[in-house]
């Protein structure tokens, strides 16, 4: 298909969308993007390693509060031989310095889950580009200052959900918009990850054993396994939800109208340390967040939608695709498709020669580009997806109401489960906007 027609026969032609208030200057207009990151642990380096790589990136400072990783990151970045950035350091405040530089267009937040907000409004404040790992906010009151702050300054906000870019998420994407799977009634997802050995380890190595969590361990499992100890609820909802906004046109003509979740006892990760050294003092803690915790959203046009966070038990990963309509659907988890007088009667498909046939147009364009880049390829295209619209001073495909929508399913899940399983109204970020808003994700190369 030519990209021409893909773009008529898509939802809608993309649109031009530069929100910036006019006046808004960046700091030099050499095509070059200046990025500043905040975090380059473990997420923070896999967006410096495709920082490297482009001609126009210039990564012209680091901050993070720990020494390991600032010292893994400047070796990263002499041995590509790129200038030195200036490091930033010292408190959990030393992120305001660097964003204070007005030679800094953008920046990456790739820090523990409670800093973002703070970071992202500073940020925005400071007339930079955000582009931020998951989590926007932990209250929905931190969801509405992230929209406000990014109205009010014009700065566009990004998350930086790669998984919206997976090459097979993109193509039931394609297949959907040209109608195959006919009218949507039906989407799953979520975060399906056997995470125990990222959420304890020995200190010494990320992977590979160890019980401990907090100051006693290394990258993730320092702070992520407090939210799994003190929060039950979705707590990682954007690996399912980003894809999914973009099956249901959530904000762009359809949104999430409430939602409601259950979640299981909490077994797994007390089981994990007993198993590992019994007796320890961490397998007697009281893990507060469900094994599984299912979350279910209506929608204005009538789908709805099935979440689910399951990161405790022994399982392969499968973020658990399922996009259904009124013509077939794709299930990930087995990687089949079914589409009514093209499939045999009852029998499924294997996804292959379907995804082949609608590989979506960005895949067939830049997969040389993409090829080698983290998680198969989606990491280069949602950091080039950023680095585009920056330096092209436009909206960013994954936009402030997108981000927020995907990341406030966390504090609704919990109160869902505090109150016991009382259904949620979901915020319209977007305040009635959503109805004459169009996707516009993927339908252009511009900018993504
Ligand atoms: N999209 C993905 O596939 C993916 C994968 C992994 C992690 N993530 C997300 O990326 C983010 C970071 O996760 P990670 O795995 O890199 O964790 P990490 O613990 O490895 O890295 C976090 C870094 O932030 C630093 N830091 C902590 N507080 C800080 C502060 N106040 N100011 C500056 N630096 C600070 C830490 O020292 C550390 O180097 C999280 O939001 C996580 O959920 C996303």
Redesign the pocket.
Known sequence: MERRDFIKNGTLAAASLSILPTGTLFAKDNGKVRLGY???????MSHISEGVLRDDVEIVAI????ES?LKGCRAFIAKNGRPAAKEYTGS?D??KAMLDRKDIDAVII????Q?HYEQAIYAMNAGKYVGC???AGLTVKEHWDIVNTSEKTGMPYMT?E?VSYRRDVMAALNMLRQGLFGELIHVEGGYQHDLREVLFNNGKQYYGGGVEYGPKAL??A??RTQFNIDQDGDLYPTHGAGPIINYANINKGNRFTNLVSFSSKAKGLANYVESQSPGHPNAKINYKNGDVTTTLINCANGETVMLTHDVHLPRPYSLGFRVQGTNGLWMDVNKSIHIEGKSKPHAWDSVNEWFAKYDHPLWKKYEKEAVGAG?GGMDWFVFNAFIVAVKNKKQTPIDVYDSVTMSVITPLSTKSLKEGNKPQEFPDFTRGKWKDRKSTFALDDSGF
């Open positions: 905040i975090g380059v642990g473990a997420r923070g901050c993070d509060t720990q990783s959990t030393a992120y790739a820090t523990p889950w800093f790992e998951v989590i930086l790669n990258s993730e320092q702070w998680h």
